[in-house]
T-cell receptor
Framework: DVKVTQSSRYLVKRTGEKVFLECVQD?????MFWYRQDPGLGLRLIYF???????EKGDIPEGYSVSREKKERFSLILESASTNQTSMYLC??????????????FGPGTRLTVL | TQLLEQSPQFLSIQEGENLTVYCNSS?????LQWYRQEPGEGPVLLVT?????EVKKLKRLTFQFGDARKDSSLHITAAQPGDTGLYLC??????????FGKGTRLHILP
């Protein structure tokens, strides 16, 4: 059974803290994505990666960075968390190099609250 | 900017009724996907349509891609409580970037 796992289902942090969200996939997928999901705004792409050590900005990269040191792992970093980063964060992966219309497999999400 | 507009935003109907939800854009998409997301989970792919006018069926769900590849619909026949969830459409637009609509939240009352 293919799987995308995220390190935490729920996370509470304080303003200014550095936050790491980890995502691991076991499908040997090249592409990995980080989204945030907010009511009324849908899914918005933060960053994506189509290969190890490669990263591309999505639609809302400000305040975030990413790391992809291994193919199966894609980390999202909030350098200094702020209350407007309270959200549901979803990680996804998909096959193939630079074609993003293949099926994306999503993790269960991390609900982050920044106080 | 390419956008996908989904309607309605919310829909609550009785078990056994039929329904249709829509995904519209002024832009052309090379392919379009429908995902369903249940509470506490990530979205799961239901179908991908790639050809204008294409119709795909998945049990009681019928998906249609518009002739001009700018819109799509999802029709559910005899809705069941298990159909409850957030339905998202996603399109591959320019540069193969995937764009998601904001979703239709569907609630089927037993």
């Amino acid at each position: 059974d293919v799987k995308v796992t995220q390190s935490s289902r729920y996370l509470v942090k304080r303003t200014g803290e550095k936050v790491f969200l980890e995502c691991v996939q076991d499908m040997d997928h090249e592409n990995m994505f980080w989204y945030r999901q907010d009511p009324g705004l849908g899914l918005r792409l933060i960053y994506f990666s189509y290969d190890v050590k490669m990263k591309e900005k999505g639609d809302i990269p400000e305040g975030y960075s990413v790391s992809r040191e291994k193919k199966e792992r894609f980390s999202l970093i909030l350098e200094s968390a702020s209350t407007n980063q309270t959200s549901m964060y979803l990680c996804a992966s998909s096959l193939s190099g630079q074609q993003f219309y293949n099926e994306q497999f999503f993790g269960p999400g991390t609900r982050l609250t920044v106080l | 900017t390419q956008l996908l507009e989904q309607s309605p935003q919310f829909l609550s109907i009785q078990e056994g009724e039929n329904l249709t939800v829509y995904c519209n854009s002024s832009s052309v998409f090379s392919s379009l996907q429908w995902y369903r997301q249940e509470p506490g989970e990530g979205p799961v792919l239901l179908v991908t349509v790639v050809t204008g006018g294409e119709v795909k069926k998945l049990k009681r769900l019928t998906f249609q891609f518009g002739d001009a590849r700018k819109d799509s619909s999802l029709h559910i026949t005899a809705a069941q409580p298990g159909d409850t969830g957030l339905y998202l459409c996603a399109g591959a637009g320019r540069d193969d970037k995937i764009i998601f609509g904001k979703g239709t939240r569907l609630h089927i009352l037993p």
